[in-house]
């Protein structure tokens, strides 16, 4: 009961399927009482007219002279056919048949009245003739109420097959008529978090127009506020990025004092604090870009992996040979993947850059690509430290970094990774450690072929 109450107060489809329902049942009761008693009543008259009727074919000259000799073993086997026809002359003499209860116990009026003989109530008919002879014709009232039963019910029947048929076109009705709102709302399910285009409000019906003009609203002010916020980190990363290569430069010019150990040392910090700097700005340049993908020509486009990989790997490899540490790539690099070549290019320097930063010395980092009947395959392999299941939560959140790796960072390397990829329709998984050795952690990138 409690499970009925709560959907009827949060189900819009299961009140109204409810509520009609009830009418149809109350209505159709209320007329099916109506019609059944105006059938039995019905069935009554007829039966009154019938009796009438019979007593129009008796008049003086048409009265048998003799006493009738049927008997019960002639009867009419249909009692419903079964008729009493009496007559008393005006010396008091009744005519009957000698099985049958007589009529006449007292003095009749004329016309219809319902007397009780033996136990047994019968409807009666009286008509007095012309020599003030009486007729009577009589049928017992048990067998007219069954016919009048019988004639309500056959009335009454076609109603109660239909109330359930009625109950289940308004069901039918109500869910078909709900058929919009649930398409509308599969859409927006179905969308990515990122698709904010208008609903098409052409084929909403009236009632939803409103409902659909609003959420386009929403829809706008969302994608402008995120457009704004977008363009304010692209530009400020913009704006910024030029005056800090200029200091870096002269920081380049600018020689420490050697006799000044100390004075060497702030120098050096200086220098790795403005290359922090400009690493962040770069990544938030590629995080704005990213954010900002076309929905267009981008996002057709497919690339040939070895093109970007091998920029990445001639830039990473000098840092890779300097920290010991064996960078390579396995498997099939001509492969051709379906994302934008600056894409696939930001994906896998950030890729590879956290993978190389976070090796210790010695260590081994692989690309290896992998190519299944249904998608594509990227995986960056490590033999770092790893990561542990409460940062593996996080870690591909902007701005968060795992704290004591001894590493510099921005922490949007990984979010610059997701946030591209789900833009071209591909997914990332993060296995750390290793399933081979149980040491390190594995990217990989699934890209789902067309």
Do not use: W
Request: glycine content about 4%.
């Amino acid at each position: 009961m409690d499970g009925f109450k709560r959907k009827l107060k949060k189900s819009l489809r299961f009140r109204l399927s409810v509520f009609l329902s009830l009418a149809i049942v109350t209505v159709s009761a209320l007329l099916a009482l109506f019609s059944f008693r105006s059938a039995y009543d019905e069935a009554h008259e007829l039966q009154d007219d019938t009796l009438r009727e019979i007593s129009l074919h008796y008049d003086t000259a048409h009265l048998p002279s003799v006493e009738p000799q049927t008997n019960e073993g002639k009867l009419l086997n249909d009692p419903e056919s079964r008729v009493l026809i009496q007559y008393r002359l005006p010396n008091g003499r009744v005519f009957k048949a000698k099985h049958e209860v007589s009529l006449f116990q007292g003095e009749l009026s004329n016309g219809f009245q319902t007397i009780k003989l033996q136990d047994m109530a019968y409807r009666l008919y009286v008509k007095t003739l012309s020599d003030a002879t009486q007729i009577a014709i009589a049928q017992q009232t048990s067998v007219r109420d069954e016919i009048a039963d019988d004639s309500a019910l056959r009335a009454l029947l076609p109603m109660l097959v239909l109330i359930p048929l009625l109950l289940y076109l308004v069901s039918d009705i109500v869910k078909t008529l709900f058929v919009p709102l649930r398409r509308l709302t599969s859409e927006l399910e179905n969308r990515k978090s990122s698709d904010l285009s208008p609903v098409d409000e052409d084929h909403l019906p009236d009632e939803l127009h409103a409902f659909g003009t609003a959420i386009n609203k929403q829809f706008t002010r969302v994608r402008e506020s995120m457009e704004n916020q977008r363009q304010f980190i692209a530009d400020a990363a913009h704006e910024l990025r030029s005056p800090l290569t200029a200091l870096s430069l002269q920081m380049e010019l600018l020689e420490p004092d050697a006799r000044n150990p100390e004075s060497e040392k702030r120098f050096q910090k200086v220098r790795e604090g403005l290359e922090r700097t400009r690493n962040l700005l770069e990544q938030l340049l590629d995080l704005a870009r990213a954010e900002n993908t076309a929905s267009n020509d981008d996002l057709s486009n497919s690339t040939v992996l070895n093109l970007p990989l091998k920029q990445v790997m001639e830039e990473y490899l000098p840092i890779a040979h300097e920290k010991q540490i064996d960078l390579g790539v396995e498997g099939e690099a001509d492969i051709q993947i379906p994302i934008a070549e600056f894409a696939l290019y930001t994906v896998l320097r950030n890729l590879i850059d956290n993978a190389v930063r976070y090796t210790q010395a010695g260590g081994q980092v692989t690309i290896a690509t992998h190519s299944e009947n249904s998608a594509h395959t990227i995986e960056i392999i490590d033999t770092g430290r790893g990561i542990s299941a409460e940062d593996q939560q996080r870690i591909f959140d902007p701005f968060y970094r795992v704290l004591g790796s001894g590493e510099t960072g921005s922490g949007l390397g990984l979010a610059i990774v997701r946030k591209t990829l789900s833009k071209f329709g591909a997914s990332t998984e993060l296995l750390s450690p290793n399933a081979s050795d149980g040491t390190g952690t594995t990217v990989r990138l699934i890209f789902p072929k067309a």
